[in-house]
């Protein structure tokens, strides 16, 4: 298959992620296949790929595309063998994500793969609950509610706020059930003399998050533009303090700015060796 | 390799998730891969496997515990050769997850790969932004909250309380960016005629959740035992009342008892044709 140029001279693909499933394997797989590429792409999920008639319908979309010159790569994770063996017919690179693997694992562990065990993402009994459990922890223990369960929870973030602890707390939450409180230390923290009184007994479950003053000057503005609030010596000055907070009482800390919500919370589970609650 | 049973006569495995990165493409991919096997597995992650020293010392633990007869099997997705080339001499099965697919990928696109461009996870200027303003949104336009901007949202979720509706607006805002307000429907709702004054503007973007009366009943048990709000009989009659709302107003609705937040979310956006906020 040879490549259209677009205008900019850069390559312009249309990419698709197909399962019977979320899809979201394939996405995950997929997009960080490709970002080893510097390439334009256009990319469609196609989930839920669970009939004959949706795989041929899918195919004859594709291969229609791929006659006008649209260029398209296919990543499919299927465990259904007719929908996989349907799904090979697109005219294009088509990539069986799981096709390769699935032998040499097979070896590996001495048992036959069962298609239809595969159910990455389907509601397991049980791990749903403690999930959504660790979410609503994490809501019930977010900033500025007055009543706090810091004994249940795995970690409590600490950090002044718009440093980033809420999106942490609910990723931590909704990808492993880590349950994630969050306390905002503000001005009646820094001059008071070592920790809240709140959190000391907790000492061993803190984390800091802290985050570049000119990006937190930002973030605020976005919400409270030309407010004290949001001024750069404001900014400035929360960070001075509590980054000082963090070394006086030894508590680990790690800077956000140019971090994901993903990396922060891998971060953090590494440092304080949590580990996914199953 | 050959592996040890245990006691049930499941094979137990150590696996391993490793990258220099979040490992959470390893993660998923992995889990995937493995859930088409009837095994036992004890999954650890390793993410940030950043030096050759890092890379050096897991080997040597991985290499240990193959002696000692602790079957292990290491699924790594690495950007730096050097690194990728330590972590090989792990005398297991290891498998290099981009490696197989890099090169067809190249000889398809028709530009080398670039290993430094492989940030799957990194922070992307704009992205975060999208997704944190996201969840700030989801939050904001929450149960109970009174002041609603329904007209910024992608999908507003209706449901009786307990129905899933806070978790899939947050899972949807985290993923993919997608801004989702959520509306519980209540008593009021059901006597009245018609949708809530408040939802009529907005009848496209709306999207109902049900439940098995059931499952409702256990969820709202384990938050409010031996209540009216709890028991068999509320649940049914809630139920009746907010599939009879749906069915009248036509608005599609999904029964969330045996789905995973991941799949109630990517099955709303396919029906509601809504894509990623990049």
């Given at each position: 298959?040879?490549l259209?140029?677009?205008?900019?001279?850069?390559?312009?693909?249309?990419?698709?992620f197909v399962?019977?499933?979320?899809a979201i394997t394939?996405?995950?797989?997929?997009?960080a296949?490709?970002?080893?590429?510097?390439?334009d792409?256009?990319?469609?999920?196609?989930p839920?790929?669970?009939?004959?008639?949706?795989?041929?319908g899918?195919?004859?979309q594709?291969?229609?595309?791929?006659?006008?010159?649209?260029?398209?790569?296919v990543?499919y994770?299927?465990?259904d063998p007719?929908?996989?063996?349907?799904?090979?017919r697109?005219?294009?690179?088509?990539?069986?994500l799981?096709g390769?693997?699935?032998s040499?694992?097979?070896?590996?562990l001495?048992v036959?793969?069962?298609?239809?065990a595969?159910?990455?993402h389907?509601?397991k009994?049980?791990?749903?609950?403690?999930?959504?459990?660790?979410?609503?922890?994490?809501?019930?223990?977010?900033?500025?509610?007055s009543?706090?369960?810091f004994?249940?929870?795995?970690?409590?973030?600490?950090?002044?706020?718009r440093s980033?602890?809420?999106?942490?707390?609910?990723?931590m939450?909704?990808?492993?059930?880590i349950?994630?409180?969050?306390?905002?230390?503000n001005?009646?923290?820094f001059r008071?003399v070592?920790l809240?009184?709140i959190?000391?007994?907790?000492?061993?479950?803190?984390?800091?998050?802290?985050i570049d003053p000119?990006?937190?000057?930002?973030?605020?503005?976005?919400?409270?533009a030309?407010?004290?609030?949001?001024?750069?010596?404001?900014?400035?000055?929360?960070?001075?303090?509590?980054?000082?907070?963090?070394r006086?009482?030894?508590v680990?800390?790690?800077?956000?700015?140019?971090?994901?919500?993903?990396?922060i919370?891998?971060?953090i589970?590494?440092?304080?060796?949590?580990?996914r609650?199953r």
């Open positions: 298959m040879s259209h140029n677009n205008k900019k001279g850069n390559k312009r693909m249309k990419v698709y399962s019977d499933g979320t394939a996405e995950v797989f997929g997009s296949m490709l970002s080893f590429f510097d390439v792409i256009e990319a469609e999920s196609v839920f790929l669970a009939t004959i008639d949706q795989a041929n899918f195919v004859q594709v291969n229609e595309e791929v006659e006008v010159g649209k260029a398209a790569l990543f994770t299927i465990s007719e929908i996989s063996e349907v799904v090979q697109c005219e294009t690179h088509c990539y069986n799981f390769d693997l699935l040499p694992i097979e070896k590996a001495g036959p793969a069962q298609p239809n595969q159910k990455a389907g509601m009994a049980g791990v749903y609950d403690i999930r959504i459990d660790a979410i609503n922890y994490a809501l019930a223990n977010d900033d500025g509610v009543i706090k369960n004994e249940e929870a795995d970690v409590i973030l600490l950090g002044v706020s980033g602890k809420t999106p942490t707390s609910l990723y939450a909704m990808q492993y059930g349950k994630a409180a969050n306390y905002p230390l001005e009646d923290d008071a070592g809240p009184r959190l000391r007994p907790h000492k061993s479950k803190l984390y800091g998050l802290t000119q990006r937190l000057h930002e973030i605020r503005s976005g919400r409270m030309a407010s004290k609030y949001a001024s750069q010596r404001q900014c400035r000055y929360e960070i001075e303090e509590v980054e000082a907070i963090y006086q009482e030894r680990s800390f790690l800077n956000t700015t140019l971090l994901s919500v993903e990396e919370s891998t971060k589970m590494a440092e304080m060796q949590l580990s609650h």
